[in-house]
């Protein structure tokens, strides 16, 4: 089992290469580590195999090859099948070994797969991420963990890797919670300044003025400035996908609904991102919400 003085020496799976696990598996190669990695479309494996990974066929075979198995998948129910499934990580769990979700889901889902992964004798850490596809690249991700104190401490050079900055919040389900709570917040920023932005143009200003004055005053975010001028010219390169952050809307709102806290400005903005899914934007970058607001105005400029 890894320690937190046995640095990079232990060999580390990754499954699931999408937009995040890619960047993220890649910096762990390039930090000199022995990575493993599988991917359910297996072409996306290519690019880290060039770069010295090793591949399995299946969870199953790269958790019983490696010390530590990180997962980062798109959704509950993906996270679930991936470690719970056919062939999935559980299988090739067992004493001496860690599994350390990265995946953004809700509290039952990490629940759940905390009680397969520790019915096997091994141990389990939840660890979200705030940051996006460029943080990722950067290794320059926030860590929100909770779960085995001991496996947090042995993967903390791995952490340290890919990310800026970790916390430790206890119980398995607080990682979850505070990943959708700040999502929560995120994307109700974002239909706000979406809305912002529209009414500044109809009014006759111009929106890429409005940015500017946005970061140069108290409700300043990084998020405005990189997003907003693509927003004003209707581009939306994907970074973090719309149907991810429509998820942990979804997610958030359960959560809140589960303790009786009322949410109404994120219920609003959940409604906001599910008509843009219905627009075919699923894929775009969330910023594509401000697309469902201009077809509401009838504003397709
Ligand atoms: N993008 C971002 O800015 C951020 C995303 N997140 C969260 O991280 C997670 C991953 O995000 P991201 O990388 O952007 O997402 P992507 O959609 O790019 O990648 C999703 C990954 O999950 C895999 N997957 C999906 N469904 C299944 C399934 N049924 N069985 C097995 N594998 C499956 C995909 O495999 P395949 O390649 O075969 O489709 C892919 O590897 C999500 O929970 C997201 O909310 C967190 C922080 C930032
Ligand atoms: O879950 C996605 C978060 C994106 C971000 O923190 O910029």
Known sequence: MLNATEKFSGRVGFLGLGIMGAPMAQN??????????????????????????????????????????????????????????????????????????ISTVDDATAKLINGHIKATGALFLEAP???????????????????????????APFLDIMGKSRFYLGEVGNGAAMKLVVNMIMGSMMASFSEGLLLSKKVGLDPNVLVEVVSQGAISAPMYSL???????????????????????????????????????????????????????????????IEALKAKSHDTA
């Open 227 to 289: 997003k907003g001028p693509s927003m004003v010219k209707s581009h939306y390169p994907t970074a973090f996908p719309l149907k991810h952050q429509q998820k942990d809307l979804r997610l958030a709102l359960g959560l809140a609904d589960s303790v009786s806290q009322s949410t109404p400005i994120a219920a609003a903005a959940n409604e906001l991102y599910k008509v843009a899914k219905s627009y075919g934007l699923s894929d775009d970058d969330f910023s594509a919400v």
């Open 129 to 155: 991420v705030s940051g996006s596809k460029k943080p990722a690249e950067d290794g320059q991700l926030i860590f929100l963990t909770a779960g085995d104190r001991s496996l947090y401490d042995s993967v």
């Open 28 to 101: 762990l190669i390039k930090a000199g580590c022995d990575v493993t990695v599988w991917n359910r479309t297996k072409s996306k494996c290519g690019p880290l195999i060039s770069l010295g990974a090793k591949y399995r066929s299946s969870p199953e075979e790269v958790a019983a090859n490696c010390d530590v198995t990180f997962a980062m998948l798109a959704d509950p129910e993906s996270a679930i099948d991936v470690a719970c499934g056919k062939n999935g990580a559980v299988s090739g769990m067992g004493p001496g070994k860690g599994y350390v979700d």
